[in-house]
């Protein structure tokens, strides 16, 4: 009985052979022996895409349900023959694995190729002040982590010593390895160990890192504040994360933290302080003295018969962010003695009587 490749790996007639690989990637890893999966699942996928990844086999499977090789039957038909595959130890056309599994991990334990190297990103808190975080500024922050060695530069080399090539993959970067399985060897391609895909290592070893290039170590790091950052935000420091040899570093991530402040808090570009308003100077008006959040004291004016719930509104006191200023908002609330003289009782029924 003839099977059905396309069902086998879940792709119709119209797959693309992209779309063929993408889908055995995905089975082989779920069922591939070494990984505790179905032998005879394995071997079932593997023939689907040996016939449905190859263009002139496709097509003879498409109008006869089985391949030819040489006008006779290949053997497809009655049962898949690995030995067709130079993996599997025969001759015959080129079966890559580790070509098949880049980008996403070798399952046959490789790490995969074509990656470009990269360290790891990490993260860190920092608290600042509710001015700094209106005015901006710089942190000094010390952090450990995973970083370049400056005596070799990265290099791992003694300073001076001259590079050689690496005598564990001569140059290459990479090895390829062969690993028996039930079907069996299989061929993958991983980062050589030895020069960790340099293809050349030191004459001498840097005596600081061993010949590594990085190490953990305590650094000095200068974070820049943004003028108007609320609390919560993330700030992306490209290349400031772990160092790995031989790529680039990761980056680190600020999370911000704000103290909230005595008098102001922050409403997208706007400012926001209370002032307690006297009854009466609701009624007669005053001039009030108050300190901006760059500690500059401003006069301002609370006109006669200000509503004690009123906003005064100062333009361009607020945030400023990349030439754009928000307001300062003063909201006035009304404040009540707790005791009244005789006098002050006598003149507030005066003022009853006038009908205030």
Do not use: W
Not at 25 to 37: E, F, M, T
Not at 115 to 139: N, P, Y
Not at 166 to 174: P, Q, V
Not at 202 to 217: A, D, H, M, Q, S
Request: aromatic residues 6%; glycine residues 14%; charged residues 30%.
């Amino acid at each position: 009985m003839t099977k059905n490749y396309y069902e086998i790996l879940g792709v119709d007639k119209k797959a693309t052979k992209e779309d063929v690989k993408k889908a055995f990637r995905k089975l082989a890893q779920k069922h591939h022996p070494d990984k505790g999966g179905d032998e005879a699942k394995f071997k079932e996928i593997t023939e689907a895409y040996s016939i449905l990844s190859d263009d002139k086999r496709r097509r003879e499977y498409d109008s006869y349900g089985q391949t030819f090789a040489g006008g006779g039957a290949s053997g497809f038909g009655g049962g898949f023959d690995p030995s067709q595959f130079s993996g599997f130890g025969g001759g015959g056309a080129e079966f890559d694995f580790s070509d098949l599994f880049e980008g996403f991990g070798d399952i046959f334990g490789g790490r995969g190729r074509g990656r470009a190297k990269r360290g790891r990103d990490i993260s860190m808190d920092v608290e600042v002040s509710f001015k700094e975080s209106i005015l901006g500024g710089t942190r000094s922050v010390l952090i450990t982590k995973v970083g370049k060695c400056d005596t070799c530069d990265a290099s791992g080399a003694k300073p001076g010593t001259e590079m050689e090539t690496c005598k564990t993959c001569n140059g290459a970067g990479r090895m390829h390895e062969t690993r028996n399985s039930p079907l069996g060897a299989f061929t993958s391609v991983r980062t050589c160990p030895a020069c960790e895909g340099q293809g050349s290592v030191p004459k001498e070893e840097c005596g600081t890192c061993k010949g590594r290039g990085i190490l953990r170590k305590e650094e000095e790091i200068k974070i820049a504040i943004p003028a108007g950052i609320d609390g919560g935000e993330m700030i992306r420091m490209p290349g400031m994360g772990e160092a790995i040899k031989g790529g680039a570093s990761g980056d680190l991530y600020v999370k911000v933290h704000v103290k909230p402040h005595a008098v102001y808090s922050k409403e997208g570009l706007n400012l926001v302080m209370m002032m307690p308003l006297k009854l009466t100077d609701a009624l007669l008006g005053t001039t009030a003295s108050i300190l901006t959040i760059d500690d500059k004291k401003l006069e301002v004016k609370i006109p006669p018969l200000t509503d004690a719930q009123q906003t005064l509104r100062l333009r361009g006191k607020g945030v400023s962010i990349d030439g754009t200023s928000g307001d300062l908002l003063i909201r006035l609330t009304a404040t009540l003695p707790k005791k009244i003289s005789g006098k002050a009782k006598k003149a507030i029924e005066d003022l009853k009587s006038e009908g205030l």
